[in-house]
């Protein structure tokens, strides 16, 4: 079972991101795919250090003290996150700058973090000919300037914070702009021409990239890279 303690046989990164392990050894593929390296499936030895003023601490509440600490960082990269998402939001209001714009930067900046696999290299070339996520960095340096296609954007990264860090967004709010980005892009496809314009089709892929997920609407349990 992923992600329940003492009953879960994953590798140790699976376990944390609470997906679906192969147990292939002495690494999973999983990992392999994603980039990462392994960190295998054997329990880590633990050391306590007991002073005079603690002599009588414990590996339980070494290992409590622990988690809060990484609970404690885990929120500070959240406020993080949010912050960013939060100045993302606000500049979808701001007028497009000449190539690319604000706003589709800001949107870069977070997918490239969160939506696009960790692997040893982050060159921005070879992100760009890497064919199964190259459409992003081409959505988010599209010119043409479309409240459609900045609202479709703006809901991805709203799903890919809330799947990262559920406690910074919610989903209740992801669902929101999701849904609003749905409704833009009908009431324009009733325009003359629109539905023939770049960007449009642009809005289509990021908003259907978030229907074949849909994995932010039920569980993270499943979530995948």
């Known amino acids: 079972m992923v992600g329940v303690a003492g009953k879960s046989r994953a590798c140790h ?27 295998g499936y054997d329990r880590a030895s633990i ?20 988690i809060s600490l990484q609970v404690q960082i885990s929120m500070k990269h959240s406020s993080r996150l949010l912050q960013t998402f939060e100045q993302l939001q606000a500049n979808i209001t701001v007028p497009q700058a000449p190539f690319p714009g604000t706003f589709r930067l800001g949107a870069w900046d977070i997918l490239r973090e969160l939506y696009l696999p960790r692997t040893r290299s982050t060159d921005e070339c070879e992100v760009t000919a890497t064919s199964c996520y190259s459409w992003v960095h ?4 599209m010119v043409p300037k479309s409240n459609v296609l900045n609202q479709a954007l703006l809901a991805f990264c ?11 967004i919610s989903e209740e709010r992801a669902q929101s702009l999701y849904g609003e980005a749905v409704k ?14 770049d960007d449009t089709l642009a809005a289509i892929v990021v908003l259907s990239t978030c229907e074949v997920k849909q994995l932010w609407r039920t569980s993270t349990m499943h979530q995948s890279c």
């Open 47 to 66: 050391f306590v250090n007991r002073t005079l003023s603690e002599f009588t601490t414990t590996a339980r509440v070494a290992i409590a003290e622990a």
């Open 184 to 197: 833009k892009l009908i009431e324009s496809l009733e325009e003359s021409d629109v539905e023939r314009r």
């Open 138 to 141: 081409a959505v988010c340096h």
């Open 13 to 39: 990164d699976c376990k944390r991101r609470r997906v679906k392990c192969d147990f292939q050894k002495p690494s999973c593929m999983r990992c392999e795919k994603a980039g990462r390296a392994c960190p």
């Open 158 to 168: 709203a799903i890919q914070v809330y799947l990262a860090e559920p406690w910074s």
